[in-house]
């Protein structure tokens, strides 16, 4: 199969080096010339649980030419539009589009560029980090749950379905996957935001009373709104979730550490915690703690002047 990455950051090379590995034709579309240059010039550094180095093909997302069969969207949830402006040339009319991006409300902008039936929607529990430009750290395994939005349903994407799997990506078919999206939303408003602003790894933040005190009211905010909006959530389960996927990466910086902390870069917050603040607005819903958590990493931000 021939597939594109679009957007390859940690959690992308981690899924192109996984299909490559497995027999796939992989390109990594990206737009940090340091990472391309490191790629083009060594080939990507797998560290953690192997230590390679690993041949890839990494280009800008304007450079792609050839009309892809798959495409994996992977992007920071801000730069969606513009990766998929970019490439809108290799969307054919077959080519099956996943999006595995954190955060709530990607479909509406994916429906601009790929025909609904073409949709894949899904989530991750996999983890990954980007060391320098070109050096990924992967270690563990994790699952991927995804539902297609084509009428067919899982018979519309089962050949996607056997290639993640034959990579070992533990792909699960879900027909409800909105769930789920939201579950790992709570996921990343609870550890994201916190250990960026705490500059901590996951189980060093979840180590005290007080944390989890912070987390559980951000789940139960988070539930609210998703209630409110008719998806079906269950609070403790949640936090039973969010409490175990804590303790299974506890020594894991999460995605907006990386961004914040390590990179200086702009987060995904408006997406995750920020996402749910505008909606409790829109809806007359208090979200007192999110909303303060979204303002404080753009104060973060502002204070390392990332732009």
């Keep these: 199969m021939f597939i594109y990455i679009a957007g390859a950051g940690a959690m992308g090379c981690r899924f192109g ?55 994996i969207l992977f992007t920071k949830a801000m730069q969606l539009k513009a990766m998929l402006t970019d490439i809108k040339s290799i969307i054919g009319a077959k080519t099956k589009v996943l999006c595995l991006l954190n955060g709530l409300g990607h479909e509406d902008t994916i429906r601009e560029f790929v ?62 996957v909105v769930p789920s999206i939201w579950r790992k939303a709570c996921v990343n408003g609870t550890m994201n935001s916190t250990c960026a602003l705490t500059d901590s790894k996951i189980g060093q933040f979840f180590g005290s009373e007080a944390a989890i005190r912070i987390v559980k009211t951000i789940i139960h905010e988070f539930v609210l709104v998703g209630t409110a909006e008719g998806v079906k959530l269950n609070e403790q389960e949640i936090v039973d979730y969010v409490m175990h996927t804590a303790e299974i990466a506890a020594n894991h910086y999460p995605s907006m550490h990386q961004d914040l902390i390590q ?30 958590i979204t303002d404080l990493i753009h104060a973060k931000e502002s204070i390392l002047e990332i732009k």
């Design 263 to 292: 990179n200086h870069r702009l987060t995904e917050i408006d997406y995750i915690n920020g996402a749910v603040a505008r909606k409790g607005v829109r809806l007359g819903i208090a979200t007192p703690y999110c909303q303060m």
């Design 115 to 176: 025909p609904q039936e073409n949709i894949m929607m899904g989530v991750t529990v996999w983890t990954a980090g980007l060391k320098n430009p070109g050096v990924v750290f992967l270690q563990g395994k994790g699952t991927i749950n995804l539902q297609s939005f084509s009428s067919q349903g899982e018979a519309a994407v089962k050949d996607i379905v056997d290639t993640m799997n034959a990579a070992g990506l533990n792909v699960i078919y879900d027909n409800d």
């Design 17 to 71: 080096y996984q299909l490559q590995k497995s027999g796939n034709e992989v390109i990594l579309l990206d737009n940090w010339q340091a990472h391309i240059d490191a790629i083009k010039a060594n080939g990507l550094h797998i560290t953690g649980d192997e230590d390679l180095m690993y041949p890839m093909t990494i280009m800008h997302p304007t450079e792609a030419t050839r009309e892809a069969d798959f495409i």
